[in-house]
């Protein structure tokens, strides 16, 4: 008995070691479990610490491209004008193209068609159906009708989503804006310059263009060019201490939504690609080179001044007679002289003058923001050809070139590059002497509000405008034809130059019919004595400056 009470005991003592032992094994495995997670769990901490750095800190790429990572095959960046109207918006658009060999059953898919197009010929799909493997059913489709298309379930059916480039303003930018083709790609005007950074850039582009003044503007030379039934026309209008271009406009212009292929060459853009000899708009610019060199004065006299001289047996002569044979410098360009702009000019020298109007910008190459740039030819300055260049006659440049020249004799002497994207340029460096604008400005003020000036009809109260009027024969074969190019290059107001406008009018006509209200005294004049700047485009330019003064006064002048 005592014996088997012994083993009872035993055995219940090891089952009771058994028990320990199973316990510690379940300790180790729940151990291990802990160390494991804690490992991830230190993995995970260092991540989260790693992310929330890489989050605090400033991309390089915002800052310095504003490029996405990945670029959008689909995307381009909307351009605004200075007061942020859409001048040229993307929109994607959706193209609805049927793969004829994955027609399953024709009859059913052209009567569903048919429920969601019923305008459409269905003769000619149907016989792009059984001739051809691929064509559009529906371009720039609805959303209403996309998504009754692809409710049909059809796999014949195949979508393509496409930028639809759109332009608000219709004509009234065409020239600035340019279009883009079919890829996406620009093909002129800023969509073409810009090309890279439209497609990249996260911002819009702000132009420092005004749509409301850009279109007064015109509107003013579409109504002008069928009263003087001119070839085509121009006008810019631009800060002259900054560069920046409020308005740039050439007729005729385009609708770059049509997306049309245009190989007429009047539909040029007059302002940066067309080259013109622009006639006595060049006289100032001969005055400022010679007050520059401290060679003349505003009162220097020039006595018994002949009524034409001959150089290489080409006879240079007065437009008027009644010109006086004794004048000072400073009424040689008011009465707008071609001899006594010879003679300064022949003061100056055929190398400084031409150095002059190469230093600022008027002979010389100007990079602008569009690439539809004419380049600038070198010419040879001899004796004739200064002569010629002094009063605007043998070297052709361009409208552009034409203000920014009108810009650096107005505004202090200051360089100005001319711009269509809205920037803070710093100060230029300086061109010409001091006190050299201030000569040039009172004479060109002078040519608007005196009685011996040619501009008179642009003397529009309360703005101060000053200016040079230029009418040029036309170049044709060697010779110069009775075609003319009528300029007038102003800048307001003079007591404090902030702008320069131009108005150009390519072989302008008389107008008989039409009548002119003189602003300088009581009365007027029915029909276009003569076919020169002082009767066309002087007029346009005072007709203009009714409607846009007001505004730049308001909002520019004001604030400036």
């Not at 001739?131 to 298309?149: D, G, P, V």
């Not at 001044?305 to 000072?328: A, F, M, V």
């Not at 006659?393 to 034409?402: K, N, W």
Request: with cysteine; glycine share 6%.
């Amino acid at each position: 008995m005592k014996q088997t009470r012994s083993k009872i005991i035993i055995e219940d003592y090891k089952n009771n070691f058994i028990y320990k032992k199973n316990e510690t094994n379940l300790n180790i495995q729940f151990n291990r479990v802990a160390f494991i997670f804690f490992i991830f769990f230190i993995i995970y901490l260092i991540y989260t610490i790693h992310l929330i750095h890489l989050g605090t800190r400033s991309s390089k790429v915002d800052k310095t491209e504003n490029i996405p990572v990945v670029i959008d095959k689909l995307y381009r960046a909307d351009i605004l004008d200075i007061n942020g109207n859409y001048l040229a918006k993307t929109v994607r658009s959706i193209d609805i193209g049927i793969k004829t060999s994955d027609v399953i059953d024709k009859k059913k898919l052209l009567l569903s068609l048919k429920i969601i197009f019923p305008d459409k010929d269905f003769s000619k799909i149907e016989k792009k159906l059984n001739k051809k493997k691929y064509f559009y059913l529906e371009k720039k489709i609805s959303e209403e009708n996309y998504e009754k298309i692809m409710k049909l379930g059809d796999k014949s059916i195949k979508p393509e989503e496409k930028v639809l480039r759109m332009y608000p303003q219709k004509n009234l930018f065409s020239h600035i804006i340019g279009q883009i083709d079919d890829d996406n790609n620009g093909i002129s005007g800023l969509e073409k310059s810009f090309n890279e950074i439209l497609r990249k850039s996260k911002k819009d582009i702000k132009l420092t263009v005004d749509k409301d003044v850009q279109f007064l503007i015109r509107k003013e030379l579409i109504k002008y060019q069928e009263i003087f039934k001119s070839k085509g026309s121009a006008a810019i209008l631009m800060n002259i201490n900054n560069g920046h271009i409020l308005s740039l406009i050439s007729l005729p212009d385009f609708n770059p939504n049509e997306r049309q292929n245009l190989t007429d060459v009047n539909f040029i853009n007059r302002v940066t690609k067309g080259t013109y000899e622009l006639g006595s708009v060049f006289k100032p610019f001969t005055f400022a080179s010679a007050l520059n060199e401290n060679l003349i004065k505003p009162e220097t006299e020039f006595l018994d001044l002949p009524k034409s001289i001959s150089c290489d047996k080409h006879r240079i002569g007065e437009y008027d007679n009644e010109i006086p044979t004794d004048l000072t410098a400073e009424e040689i360009i008011i009465r707008s002289g071609n001899i006594g702009s010879v003679r300064i000019g022949q003061k100056i020298g055929s190398n400084k003058h031409k150095s002059f109007l190469e230093k600022i910008g008027v002979l010389s190459q100007i990079n602008f923001d569009i690439d539809e740039v004419a380049p600038q030819k070198n010419y040879n300055f001899g004796k004739c050809k200064l002569a010629t260049v002094s009063f605007g006659h043998g070297v052709a440049t361009t409208v552009l070139q034409l203000a920014k020249g009108y810009a650096v004799i107005s505004n202090g002497g200051y360089d100005v590059k001319p711009t269509l994207i809205d920037k803070n340029d710093k100060k230029s460096k300086r061109l010409l002497n001091k006190g050299v604008s201030e000569q040039v400005v009172t004479v060109l003020r002078k040519i608007v509000n005196t009685e011996e000036g040619t501009a008179k009809f642009a003397n529009v109260a309360n703005y101060e405008i000053g200016g040079k009027t230029g009418t040029a024969d036309q170049p044709k074969d060697g010779f110069y034809s009775e075609a003319k190019i009528n300029t007038f290059a102003s800048i307001f107001p003079t007591s404090n130059p902030q702008f320069v406008f131009i108005v150009m009018l390519d072989t302008p006509q008389k107008a008989k019919d039409y009548y002119y209200k003189y602003r300088h005294r009581k009365g007027g004049w029915k029909g276009t004595l003569y076919n020169t700047a002082g009767w066309t485009s002087v007029e346009v330019a005072g007709k203009i400056m009714d409607k846009i003064g007001p505004i730049l006064a308001t909002k520019y002048l004001e604030i400036n």
